[in-house]
């Protein structure tokens, strides 16, 4: 009896050694938490802090640790031995320091893409622009020898050849040696930051060194044996990063032109992620300022990305850099509408039923505080946009609703346009104003009108006159301006509506 009394003990011992493991950190904490993805500028950081808490977010810094430079002094003048090596290749004949062009003999290394095509001879890099195979050999085009610094020097036949791995950042990696010491020195100065979060994307390259898993173990271990504080967040989940992330991020970055992707993709990994136990996010959301080639991002692209984080019950990263956040005329009331959303979301107000009708990749939504205790979620119908001739514009605006309607009117090009006037079944809605080009005016469902420029910074208040209530189905809608040209070219105008259908209240769960 004393003898498997004794086995026993042995077994408990190695299971609780087993348990206690490095690669086997306990008490990691699970969240959906969204996140503000920091610009890494230490000055913007304090700021960034300030704005994280007005939206209830946290404050996540992107962590890519295992990127060499090309003017690193790991690689210049002298080449580190530890860069990642692909493999091993063999000088076909000697070549002297100056030419660019030479052969190796075949290998199966280049079906592996690379990007900045580095090889390493000695204490000498190598780039070449392209490749030839020609029988049971390679040939080399338009190589720069002594890359990156490094010396110029001849190599004898059969000299031996390294591939190195580059990444389409145009860096180098590091063997696993140079990659834990890399990462023990990043480690220690993250644990002197103030960031709620550590972001791994590409966290699979920490396995090109052939360790797979055990890399990535490794190099998540050391980042919570010096961060235990902080939550981690990666890109991948494998046996190993599971005992160490709080959530997964894919870091997918979402728009209003992939409204059906995000449903279709979020079931999918929503489903594949509970399986596992692990918290998901549903990816990110970028905050843009205007440029020539899109719009400011508005407060409908927001909400519609919102009520999908909501119908998933996923969190989200936030793409909106500091810069932007202070150019950006709609930054507080942004922030504000996420702090709403998302505390709806983590208190459980919103059923399985709400969350449902939320999945609706074309539903739009608005949400709108009643009082202190509720809200009210509101479907939102938003039109197309509708380009004026601004001579003779009649349409035929389609509502599921009976309601006030709200207007974004964009003005680009040359010119300007003056005292706007709509006339529906119900009336004129009339605006004594005048809108140049490169500004907007935005009329709300409270009857509110303002002119802002195409960053959505007001100018100046607009006082409306007359009705804005659009029927249930189809009404018949014209408009008319006044316009003025400039360098003979009209002004460029497009117009969008929207209506509210009845609201829902939402009360905050426990």
């Known amino acids: 009896m004393k003898r498997v009394l004794f086995i026993v003990c042995l077994l408990l011992s190695a299971v609780v050694t087993f348990a206690q493991d490095p ?50 002094k790991l690689v210049t003048p ?68 002594g890359a990156f610094g490094t010396r110029r020097s001849a190599h004898s ?42 972001i791994f994307n590409d966290l699979k390259s920490y396995a090109y060194n052939k360790q797979g898993d055990t890399a990535i173990g490794h190099f998540l271990d050391t980042m919570h044996k010096y961060n235990p504080d902080k939550l981690l967040q ?15 991020n894919e870091n997918q970055p979402w728009n209003e032109s992939m409204r059906t992707k995000i449903v279709e993709t979020s079931t999918e990994k929503q489903d594949y992620y509970s ?56 930054t507080n009331i942004m922030l504000n509408t996420i702090r709403t959303w998302e505390s709806l979301r983590l208190s459980h107000a919103f059923s399985d039923k709400i969350k449902e009708a939320l999945k609706d990749p074309y539903g739009d939504w608005h949400i709108k505080k009643d009082d202190d205790a509720s809200f009210l979620l509101y479907p939102q119908n938003n039109s197309r946009r509708y380009f004026c001739n601004l001579t003779d514009d009649h349409w035929e605006w389609n509502s599921p609703y009976t309601s006030r309607f709200a207007l974004s009117i964009t003005v680009e090009g040359k010119g300007s346009i003056s005292n706007l006037a709509f006339r529906t079944p ?8 005048s809108i140049k080009a490169g500004q907007y005016l935005i009329y709300d469902f409270e009857g509110n009108a303002c002119i802002t420029d195409l960053n959505y910074n007001k100018i100046g208040d607009v006082t409306a006159e007359g009705v804005s209530v659009l029927e249930e189905g189809v009404s018949e809608v014209s408009f008319t301006c006044e316009v003025k040209t400039e360098e003979r070219k009209k002004p460029e105008v497009t117009i969008r509506y929207y209506t509210h259908g009845d609201a829902i209240r939402l009360q905050k769960g426990s």
């Open 23 to 72: 690669l086997c950190p306990p008490n990691i904490s699970r969240s959906t938490k969204s996140y503000l993805i920091a610009d890494g500028n230490p000055k913007d950081t304090a700021y960034l802090k300030g704005k994280c808490r007005q939206a209830g977010l946290d404050l996540g810094l992107q962590v890519l640790v295992n990127r060499i430079p090309t003017d690193s």
């Open 78 to 145: 002298k080449p580190s031995k530890h860069l990642l090596k692909q493999g091993t290749l063999q000088l076909q004949l000697p070549i002297n320091e100056t030419q660019t062009e030479f052969a190796v003999y075949h290998s199966e290394l280049f079906s592996v893409p690379a990007t900045i095509n580095v090889l390493q001879i000695d204490d000498e890099l190598v780039t070449y622009r392209s490749t030839e195979e020609v029988g049971n050999i390679h040939l080399f085009y338009g190589c720069v020898r």
């Open 157 to 198: 036949k059969n000299a031996t050849v390294y591939k190195l791995w580059d990444t389409p950042e145009r860096a180098l990696l590091p063997d696993l040696e140079l990659q834990d010491q890399m990462v023990q020195t990043q480690a220690k100065k993250l644990a002197k930051t103030t960031y709620d979060l550590l």
């Open 234 to 248: 990666a890109d991948l989940l494998t046996p190993l990063s599971w005992h160490y992330l709080s959530r997964i």
């Open 275 to 330: 399986k596992d136990q692990m918290p998901w996010m549903i990816g990110n959301f970028q905050i843009h300022l205007a440029d020539k080639n899109r719009k400011a991002t508005s407060m409908e692209e927001l909400e519609w990305f919102l009520s999908k984080a909501a119908a998933f019950d996923a969190g989200f990263g936030l793409d909106f850099s500091a810069e932007t956040m202070r150019k950006h005329g709609l």
């Open 426 to 433: 119900n009336g004129m809605l009339y605006f004594p104003c």
